[in-house]
């Protein structure tokens, strides 16, 4: 997965941009990270993924927003 | 009815879809679950379209596991997670209906601490308190036996006991 461009969509009503844009600049160093907005989702294009990685750093990003949307939520809540 | 279905299950792709009904597990229960699975799978949320307008009523998990995982394996990841999903709307339940005795609780030992130590309470030393530190107007250091002994009888002189 992490071989070529992958386009990851979080729905808004899901995820914080706030999150998305955190988990980009957290992996930022091992691929490209591009965020933009279409209807209900933010879209994130990942691309060049660093080949020296071992791991599937798309998905590891996806958890990384979820984890992050999460938070930010529960401190909102709180 | 049903509320947690398998909506895709692919051991290629080792993933597998649900669908929630978000009447019955709200985003939050959802959240609680997607965390505790985040170190074994890569978790994805959506929305599944509506027909009609407004925000879709069901939501779609999508799990795929970091380890590789047969069909039997991912549909026992997608009841896993369904079970998650229960304990956390329960958990979410018994918060909120004790939320006023934690409040309560909390608050009150937040006041105890605080109260003991005010340093107000030991500069006081205008205070019109006369009492010396060996006074003990409540009798507390009297003994026990001087307290409730039995009087000796005035005319026998018997012992008392």
Same mark, same amino acid.
């Not at chain 1, 294009?45 to 979820?66: C, H, K, T, W, Y």
């Not at chain 2, 505790?36 to 949320?45: E, S, T, Y």
């Given at each position: 997965?992490?071989?070529?461009?992958?386009?990851?969509?979080?729905?808004?009503?899901?995820?914080?941009?706030?999150?998305?844009?955190?988990?980009?600049?957290?992996?930022?160093?091992?691929?490209?990270?591009?965020?933009?907005? /279409?209807?209900?989702?933010?879209?994130?294009?990942?691309?060049? *993924?660093?080949?020296?990685?071992?791991?599937?750093?798309?998905?590891?990003?996806?958890?990384?927003?979820? =984890?992050?949307?999460?938070?930010?939520?529960?401190?909102?809540?709180? | 009815?049903?509320?947690?279905?398998?909506?895709?299950?692919?051991?290629?792709?080792?993933?597998?879809?649900?669908?929630?009904?978000?009447?019955?597990?709200?985003?939050?229960?959802?959240?609680?679950?997607?965390?505790?699975?985040? /170190?074994?799978?890569?978790?994805?949320?959506?929305?599944?379209?509506?027909?009609?307008?407004?925000?879709?009523?069901?939501?779609?998990?999508?799990?795929?596991?970091?380890?590789?995982?047969?069909?039997?394996?991912?549909?026992?990841?997608?009841?896993?997670?369904?079970?998650?999903?229960?304990?956390?709307?329960?958990?979410?339940? =018994?918060?909120?209906?004790?939320?006023?005795?934690?409040?309560?609780?909390?608050?009150?030992?937040?006041?105890?601490?605080?109260?003991?130590?005010? *340093?107000?309470?030991?500069? /006081?030393?205008?205070?019109?308190?006369?009492?010396?530190?060996? /006074?003990?107007?409540?009798?507390?250091?009297? *003994?026990?036996?001087?307290?409730?002994?039995?009087?000796? *009888?005035?005319?026998?002189?018997?012992?008392?006991?």
């Amino acid at each position: 997965m992490s071989a070529i461009a992958v386009t990851l969509r979080f729905h808004r009503t899901l995820y914080m941009l706030q999150a998305v844009r955190e988990a980009a600049r957290i992996y930022g160093e091992f691929a490209k990270f591009q965020i933009s907005t /279409d209807g209900d989702y933010y879209v994130a294009n990942v691309s060049d *993924p660093d080949p020296e990685v071992d791991g599937d750093i798309a998905r590891e990003f996806a958890n990384q927003a979820l =984890v992050g949307s999460i938070a930010r939520r529960r401190h909102k809540a709180a | 009815m049903k509320t947690v279905d398998i909506l895709t299950l692919s051991a290629e792709t080792n993933t597998v879809t649900l669908t929630l009904e978000t009447g019955l597990y709200p985003i939050e229960v959802v959240y609680g679950a997607a965390y505790v699975f985040i /170190d074994r799978a890569w978790v994805l949320l959506d929305r599944k379209p509506n027909e009609g307008a407004g925000i879709a009523s069901r939501l779609l998990v999508h799990l795929t596991g970091k380890r590789k995982l047969d069909e039997a394996a991912l549909a026992a990841f997608a009841g896993e997670f369904s079970n998650e999903c229960l304990a956390q709307a329960l958990r979410r339940k =018994v918060t909120k209906a004790n939320q006023k005795i934690v409040e309560e609780i909390v608050t009150q030992a937040i006041a105890g601490a605080a109260g003991a130590s005010l *340093p107000q309470d030991f500069l /006081d030393e205008d205070a019109s308190d006369s009492m010396d530190f060996l /006074d003990d107007p409540l009798g507390i250091a009297v *003994p026990w036996e001087d307290k409730f002994k039995k009087k000796a *009888p005035a005319k026998d002189g018997g012992e008392a006991k």
